[in-house]
């Protein structure tokens, strides 16, 4: 009974041995059968959308923002106060400079200008006359004055003597002697006036009094012309061609010099936008760039400027200047008031390499994109010149023609393989 139970556990114990020995001789046999081996599975191509490089034309833009502005804006204002009679246009309407645009109530100034103008007139008779010197029949009328002067006072002088005669003799009282005296003395008097005017009008007016006379006529010429400018005054006139943007009276409203605009005028042929230019892109900004313009009312259009100038200074501030972009707006499509998106075209370059702007990548490394050849993608450094939001132009590193990735580059590496895919239309 004792031999069996060991004989037993003596088989069970080389089963174990031989298995122990069959699992470590297993692996040491696939080992060394190469066909036996593992082998490490292939990388799966990468899907990716290609272009072909091409040549083309690559602008460089700043995009500004700003309003639309008429090329000339004028309030007009009277120069006179007074009732308006009549307005002559409307809001919208297109004038020439010079056309009447109202009238003011001008009757009293009417009446002042053929009053100033009377006074001109008698004056200007008045310095004639003077300067034709006296007519011959004053001066005889003043020789008969004279000779009658000089009768009068040779007959009371004949008076005072008879009546000086007749006192001394008790015949007339010392009342009688003194009005002959007052008599000869009036008589002096009316002669040496007599003989004056005969010497004036013989040598004519004195200097003094022409001189008086020319300071009242050259008054009354001033006031005249006053009087005329206030009635041409009261008629207001466009100074430009343009366009009547708003009317802010009635006929019959009172209005003042200065205080009270009767329209404004807008010179609409021109329009303008004034745009801020930060200074860090002022130096890049020059009069005569061409701006392209969209605004909202009409969708999809675009205007064309030009910089016509540039602000002498820069805000502190806001650290940017000012560029004045001047637009042709000959049908006054273009309204003051609109928002305008402006782009300055900086710079622009023709038959140049161009990429798209997604099929290049940027890193530490610096710029390349991924060539692709033989199913495989060729990461390739490139020199950049131009970028807008699309496009890049490409100095060196690329050729015409030459496929790269478009899309799909994300994690890709040098040599790694790929499968291009059709881009969908």
Do not use: C
Request: proline letters at 4%; charged letters at 25%.
């Amino acid at each position: 009974m004792f031999r069996r139970r060991s004989i037993v556990l003596g088989t069970l114990g080389l089963l174990v041995l031989a298995g122990v020995v069959y699992s470590f001789l297993r692996p040491l046999s696939r080992s060394a059968d190469p066909a036996a081996a593992p082998q490490p599975k292939a990388e799966k191509p990468t899907a990716v959308h290609t272009v072909k490089v091409l040549r083309g034309a690559i602008s460089q833009q700043l995009v500004v923002t700003g309003d639309v502005l008429a090329a000339a804006r004028v309030e007009v204002f009277p120069k006179v106060e007074g009732h308006l009679r009549e307005i002559r246009v409307e809001e919208g309407d297109h004038v020439r400079a010079g056309q009447e645009i109202a009238r003011l109530v001008d009757d009293a100034l009417k009446a002042r200008v053929a009053h100033a103008t009377a006074e001109v007139d008698a004056l200007r008779a008045e310095w004639a006359q003077m300067q034709a010197g006296a007519r011959p029949e004053e001066i005889v009328q003043a020789v008969d004055r004279v000779e009658s002067t000089k009768a009068e006072l040779t007959n009371a002088r004949h008076i005072l003597e008879r009546t000086q005669a007749m006192v001394e003799d008790g015949i007339r009282s010392t009342q009688d002697l003194e009005d002959a005296t007052r008599k000869i003395t009036q008589a002096q008097a009316e002669n040496r006036t007599a003989e004056k005017q005969l010497q004036l009008l013989r040598a004519g007016a004195r200097v003094e009094v022409r001189q008086a006379l020319q300071s009242r006529l050259q008054a009354a010429q001033e006031t005249l012309h006053l009087a005329r400018v206030e009635l041409q005054n009261a008629t207001l006139t466009a100074s430009m061609d343009g366009l009547i943007g708003r009317r802010y009276v009635d006929p019959g409203a009172y209005v003042t010099a200065t205080k009270t605009p009767i329209v404004t005028l807008l010179a609409m042929d021109t329009v303008k936008i004034r745009v801020p230019i930060s200074e860090r892109d002022f130096g890049r900004v020059r009069p005569g760039l061409t701006a392209h313009i969209r605004v909202d009312a009409y969708p999809g259009e675009v205007f064309e400027g030009t910089v016509k100038r540039l602000s002498p200074i820069i805000d502190a501030a806001s650290r940017s200047g000012e560029a004045e972009i001047s637009i042709a707006n000959p049908d006054y499509r273009l309204k003051p008031g609109m928002f305008a998106k402006v782009a300055l075209l900086l710079e622009q370059r023709q038959e140049v390499v161009v990429i798209p702007r997604d099929a290049l990548q940027v890193n530490r490394k610096g710029a390349a994109v991924f060539v692709v050849q033989d199913g495989k993608a060729h990461r390739q450094e490139v020199v950049t010149g131009l970028q807008t939001d699309t496009q890049v132009e490409v100095l060196n590193g690329l050729g015409p023609g030459t496929e790269i990735v478009l899309a799909g580059n994300n994690g890709l590496k040098d040599q790694s393989p790929v499968r291009v895919v059709p881009t969908k239309e």
